[in-house]
């Protein structure tokens, strides 16, 4: 069974420019997760989507944002790039719902680097 | 103080070593508890979820205990291939869907 997949593996932008990550869940699941490792701060957690809705979000300013698509995939925008958002961005899933017990798995991430 | 933490170590051990980690949390209406690990440039993989009663997969087994608010996570028969670092997880009662994670405690299983 194909894990949660993530694209691009590495985006290069300048600052002030916008990027897009993508992630396609494990089959089944209806829950996606982004979170942002940045070197020394350990996972954030960044937004939440169950069923095409977001449903929390972490401390992040507003231009991070995203979407989840009717297939379920989901897009992390972030606009206005800074050089502090330079990180890997992780993507997991889960089965939907509002279990609190529900196991995430993550992707392979996306590692941004903004110059 | 952070909401979860944990021994950044690094926990030097020979293979075949037992060796425990303990990760603290403070919010005490903290719902469940998970254990992953996370080789270096790499995604955090689930190695467990952790229960009340306590689990055990093969040489792994963690417990939780809510009176102290930790969860352990104990290694036995160390191999080589388990030197990576090891995150905490925790997710609050009401349902956010958010993990918060510890900074994780690096072990390094040496020959």
């Known amino acids: 069974e194909a894990g949660v997949t993530q694209s691009p593996t590495h985006l290069i932008k300048t600052r002030g420019q916008q990027a897009t990550l993508r992630c396609s869940p494990i089959s089944g699941h209806t829950s996606v997760y982004w979170y942002q490792q940045a070197l020394g701060l350990g996972l954030q957690f960044l937004l939440w989507?169950?069923?095409?809705?977001?449903?929390n979000r972490g401390n992040f300013p507003p231009r991070f944002s995203g979407r989840q698509f009717p297939n379920y995939s989901s897009e992390l925008n972030v606009n206005a790039l800074e050089l502090e958002d330079s990180a890997l961005y992780l993507c997991?899933?889960?089965?939907?719902?509002?279990?609190?017990?529900?196991?995430?798995?993550f992707g392979p991430g996306t590692r941004l680097t903004v110059l | 103080r952070k909401e979860v933490e944990q021994d950044p170590g690094p926990f030097n051990v020979p293979e075949g070593a037992t060796v425990a980690f303990n990760c603290t949390y403070s919010n005490s209406a903290s719902q469940s508890f998970f254990w992953y690990r996370q080789d270096c440039r790499k995604e955090p993989k689930l190695l467990m979820s952790?229960?009340?009663s306590g689990n055990e997969d093969g040489r792994f087994t963690a417990q939780l205990n809510r009176a102290s608010q930790y969860i352990s996570l104990l290694i036995r028969d160390s191999k080589l291939s388990d030197s990576a670092t090891y995150l905490c997880a925790v997710k609050r009662a009401s349902n956010t869907g958010k993990l918060i994670f510890g900074q994780g405690t690096t072990l390094q299983v040496k020959p």
């Open positions: 952790v229960y009340s």
């Open positions: 989507y169950d069923e095409g809705e977001e449903r």
């Open positions: 997991a899933s889960s089965l939907g719902g509002l279990a609190g017990s529900n196991e995430q798995f």
